[in-house]
């Protein structure tokens, strides 16, 4: 697809309504592609695609390859909208079933839906795994094509990083953020918005913005699911926190044994550098900021910052006593701020909803 060059907010609106007029289908198979292909979803969505088309049903459904739709015990997962009949433990068997029983007729397929206490439940929101969950950041995940820019600006993605570089100055953006409460989520719980204020005030016209997605704690991927399904969040997230400390240059520090997450990342940024949402003059504002991807070779210690910093210079990851603190001598002895992945994640929610909402969730010492 030829993308526009994004220069306002007015232009980013009417991209997307360009998108929601030349959407033809009435059905959509969302397949998670990221976890699940270890159990077979490449098969699965392969034959999909082969038989919705023998169907002569192309124009009608739409076969999409998402992130993770969270019950990963029953992979491979599919959604079908609009009834979000969720199945599980897919095969490339089944697709045919599926295309006659829930495509055309619109009904279930027992043998593939959730079943406990004797009772089958073919509604995601209806399946016990889910029904009290309450998802923000994730609300996307599983329902959006990470890899195509179009998808993320159709639920409304960088319309906050838009808001807040066209409407809201940096000190505006810091504030916002640290009223709203949001901590850090990479395990400190450090105030985001103080984090961006130390930097935004330390002397240096060179500054630098640190996406850690070095992600080494044993068993852990939330940080992994959030950038294999969510991406443009993450880069819109990184936008706004590049506007609000003043840096020109950012970086998403992600470990090598996620190629999932940094095929989908490198697509996600150049897809915005196409959109004009990263480079030069950014949404018509003066800002230029662009990202560059690094990969660890997966040290756990560089998960902390000042050996993540010496990792991206080259040096062996080690951390150094503190202070002074990355925000004042950071990357090449540059004023640094760096954040989680799911922290900057938080921010869109953030600038689009405004600070008392994600205040009024949580709780009174960890809020969001």
């Known amino acids: 697809m030829t993308y526009p060059t994004i220069s306002s907010l007015s232009d980013l609106y009417k991209f997307k309504e360009q998108i929601a007029k030349e959407i033809t289908y009435s059905r959509r198979v969302l397949i998670c592609m990221t976890g699940c292909r270890a159990l077979g979803a490449k098969a699965v969505g392969k034959a999909f695609r082969a038989k919705i088309e023998e169907a002569g049903l192309s124009g009608e459904v739409e076969i999409v390859d998402t ?21 599980g433990g897919v095969k490339p068997e089944d697709v045919e079933d599926i295309i006659e029983i829930t495509l055309k007729q619109g009904k279930p397929i027992e043998r593939l839906c959730s079943g406990s206490n ?3 439940t073919p509604v995601l929101d209806e399946v016990p795994f889910y029904k009290h969950q309450q998802k923000e950041v994730l609300k996307y995940c599983g329902r959006v094509d990470p890899q195509k820019i179009e998808s993320a600006i159709a639920v409304g993605g960088y319309e906050a990083a838009a808001k807040a570089l066209t409407g809201m100055k940096p000190e505006e953006v810091i504030q916002e953020v640290l009223d709203a409460g949001l901590q850090g989520r990479g395990g400190a719980g450090f105030s985001t918005g103080m984090k961006w204020k130390f930097c935004r005030q ?7 913005l640190v996406c850690n997605a070095d992600e080494g704690d044993p068993g852990a991927f939330m940080d992994r699911a959030v950038l294999e399904g969510t991406t443009h969040q993450v880069i819109e997230g990184i936008i706004i926190a590049a506007y609000a400390i003043g840096a020109s240059c950012g970086f998403i520090y992600v470990r090598a044994e996620y190629p999932i997450a940094v095929d989908h990342i490198t697509k ?3 897809q915005a550098r196409q959109c004009g949402l990263l480079g030069n003059n950014i949404l018509g504002t003066g800002l230029s900021f662009d990202i560059d991807v690094r990969m660890g070779a997966g040290a756990f210690v560089c998960g902390e910052e000042t050996a993540l910093i ?14 002074p603190f990355p925000a004042i001598k950071g990357f090449r002895g540059k004023p640094t701020n760096i954040n989680n992945v799911e922290t900057l994640a938080n921010v869109p929610l953030i600038i689009n909803r405004g600070k008392k909402w994600f205040s009024d969730t949580g709780t009174e010492t960890s809020k969001g």
Not at 67 to 77: D, E, F, I, K
Not at 202 to 208: L, P, R
Request: net charge negative.
């Open 67 to 87: 992130g993770c739709h969270g019950q990963c015990s029953r992979a491979p997962l599919i959604l079908i909208e609009p009834e979000n009949y969720l199945y």
């Open 118 to 120: 004797g009772q089958i």
């Open 202 to 208: 330390a002397k240096g016209d060179e500054k630098y």
């Open 268 to 270: 996600a940024i150049d």
């Open 310 to 323: 010496a990792s991206l210079e080259g040096e062996r990851g080690m951390p150094i006593p503190r202070p």
